[in-house]
């Protein structure tokens, strides 16, 4: 028998050392270890929708009946149905299993091994966790104290190896918008550009019109914060025809599963039940904010998303974040580099705003030190 030794020689030199992505806790893995039983945790750590996807969907799924058949692997019906929503014609879109697969399938088609791509740190991981899988080199431009994008940083760092910039708009975890007239400007410089408004039920702001003008402009999407389906995988992605045939070339085939397209065909017909609930989230968001801002110790940014990124000001973002755990309450921390001692916090619910401040009160003192 071969050693594992042996194997680990033959896998690809930049895999070994391969940070991976930290993703968010599921309850059911904490069964025990917290105070309150596993139905009653409040999950604030992954910016899921706390009301759930649109109950249509739910009763589609109950009755479909041809699990057993393949997706439409060109993704017809899916591309018009998104095209309707989005006013932009299905030529010009592609679905995927979650807008990380795009992110891949993006950074697979323009970056080689030794290609650069422009990433404004800190931002959403995945964009990093991608291009070293696929064996490109990260460039960091770091955004400003108020994570706002270095346009004439991100200029400066274009070289002839530069293949790709990253922009997640509002950004992840900062909850922040890079205003039209900067994202112009990076699209002017004729790279590549990416701008994910993964968020973008809840900021209201995108750049998607500037498609037909701007043909290295991809534009990413997601149903699973505003639509409440983040575990059917489902996002897609708006780019010029060009791009978007090579990437229906080079995608994975049924890529979307058929649950997500009759998830998507059905949110698609209750648009006014789920932007209602759009609506309580931004409302609750702002709740959540008064409330942050009451705390001495904790900072919190505003934010165009579901979610409050805050520093904490006085303690360990670690300790916090264990604290709240074992009271049942999941948040997101951070701490590293541009995310020094940090914690992102999804909204929820009324009652889970009330839940997490009232726990907050109660921590201040203990979390110091």
Same mark, same amino acid.
């Given at each position: 028998?071969?050693?594992?030794?042996g194997?680990?020689?033959l896998?690809r030199?930049h895999l070994?050392?391969l940070?991976?992505?930290?993703a968010s806790?599921?309850?059911e893995t904490?069964?025990?270890?917290?105070e309150?039983?596993?139905?009653?945790?409040?999950?604030?750590?992954?910016n899921e929708?706390?009301?759930?996807?649109s109950?249509?969907v739910s009763?589609?799924l109950?009755?479909?009946?041809y699990?057993?058949i393949?997706p439409?692997?060109?993704?017809?019906e899916?591309?018009?149905?998104?095209?309707e929503?989005?006013g932009i014609?299905?030529?010009?879109?592609?679905?995927?299993?979650?807008?990380?697969q795009?992110i891949?399938?993006?950074?697979?088609l323009f970056?080689?091994?030794?290609?650069?791509?422009?990433?404004?740190v800190?931002t959403?991981?995945?964009?990093?966790?991608?291009?070293?899988?696929n064996?490109?080199t990260l460039?960091?431009?770091?955004?400003?104290?108020?994570?706002?994008?270095?346009?004439?940083a991100?200029?400066?760092?274009?070289?002839?190896?530069?293949?790709?910039?990253f922009?997640?708009?509002? /950004?992840?975890?900062?909850?922040? !918008?890079?205003?039209?007239?900067?994202i %112009?400007?990076?699209l +002017?410089?004729? $790279?590549p550009v =990416?701008?994910?408004?993964?968020?973008?039920?809840?900021?209201?702001?995108?750049?998607?019109p500037?498609?037909?003008q701007y043909d290295?402009?991809m534009?990413?999407?997601?149903f699973?914060?505003?639509?409440?389906?983040?575990?059917?995988?489902?996002g897609?992605?708006?780019?010029?025809?060009?791009i978007a045939d090579?990437?229906?070339?080079v995608?994975?085939p049924? /890529?979307?599963n058929?649950?997500? !397209?009759?998830?998507?065909r059905?949110? %698609?017909?209750d648009? +006014?039940?789920? $932007?209602?609930? =759009?609506?309580?989230i931004?409302?609750e968001?702002?709740?959540l904010?008064?409330?942050?801002?009451?705390?001495?110790?904790?900072?919190?940014f505003p934010?165009?998303?579901?979610?409050?990124?805050c520093?904490?000001?006085?303690g360990?973002?670690?300790?916090?974040?264990?604290?709240?755990?074992?009271?049942?309450?999941?948040v997101?921390?951070?701490?590293?580099?541009l995310l020094q001692?940090s914690?992102? !916090?999804?909204?929820?619910?009324?009652?889970?705003?009330?839940?997490?401040i009232?726990a907050?009160?109660?921590?201040?003192?203990?979390?110091?030190?």
């Amino acid at each position: 028998m071969g050693s594992f030794d042996g194997i680990e020689k033959l896998i690809r030199s930049h895999l070994v050392t391969l940070g991976g992505y930290a993703a968010s806790t599921s309850p059911e893995t904490l069964k025990g270890k917290v105070e309150v039983p596993v139905e009653n945790i409040i999950k604030l750590d992954a910016n899921e929708n706390p009301y759930g996807c649109s109950p249509r969907v739910s009763q589609a799924l109950a009755t479909y009946p041809y699990l057993n058949i393949y997706p439409d692997d060109g993704q017809t019906e899916l591309r018009e149905l998104l095209a309707e929503y989005t006013g932009i014609g299905a030529e010009c879109i592609v679905a995927s299993g979650g807008s990380n697969q795009l992110i891949d399938l993006i950074i697979r088609l323009f970056v080689g091994l030794g290609d650069e791509v422009i990433n404004c740190v800190p931002t959403f991981d995945i964009y990093r966790f991608s291009t070293q899988i696929n064996g490109g080199t990260l460039i960091e431009v770091p955004r400003d104290e108020n994570f706002a994008v270095n346009v004439n940083a991100v200029k400066a760092a274009i070289k002839k190896q530069s293949k790709l910039i990253f922009l997640a708009n509002p /950004n992840t975890p900062t909850g922040n !918008i890079t205003p039209q007239r900067d994202i %112009l400007e990076i699209l +002017d410089t004729g $790279l590549p550009v =990416v701008v994910d408004e993964a968020y973008y039920e809840f900021s209201g702001e995108t750049v998607a019109p500037l498609v037909s003008q701007y043909d290295n402009l991809m534009i990413l999407r997601t149903f699973s914060k505003w639509a409440g389906l983040a575990g059917l995988r489902v996002g897609y992605g708006i780019f010029s025809p060009k791009i978007a045939d090579y990437l229906l070339k080079v995608k994975i085939p049924y /890529n979307v599963n058929v649950a997500a !397209i009759v998830a998507v065909r059905e949110s %698609l017909k209750d648009i +006014d039940y789920l $932007l209602g609930r =759009v609506k309580a989230i931004v409302s609750e968001r702002e709740k959540l904010f008064d409330g942050l801002k009451k705390l001495q110790w904790l900072k919190p940014f505003p934010s165009q998303a579901n979610f409050i990124f805050c520093s904490v000001l006085n303690g360990k973002a670690i300790k916090l974040h264990q604290k709240l755990q074992s009271k049942g309450i999941l948040v997101r921390y951070f701490d590293k580099p541009l995310l020094q001692n940090s914690i992102r !916090i999804s909204v929820g619910k009324p009652e889970h705003t009330d839940a997490l401040i009232r726990a907050l009160q109660e921590l201040g003192g203990e979390i110091s030190g």
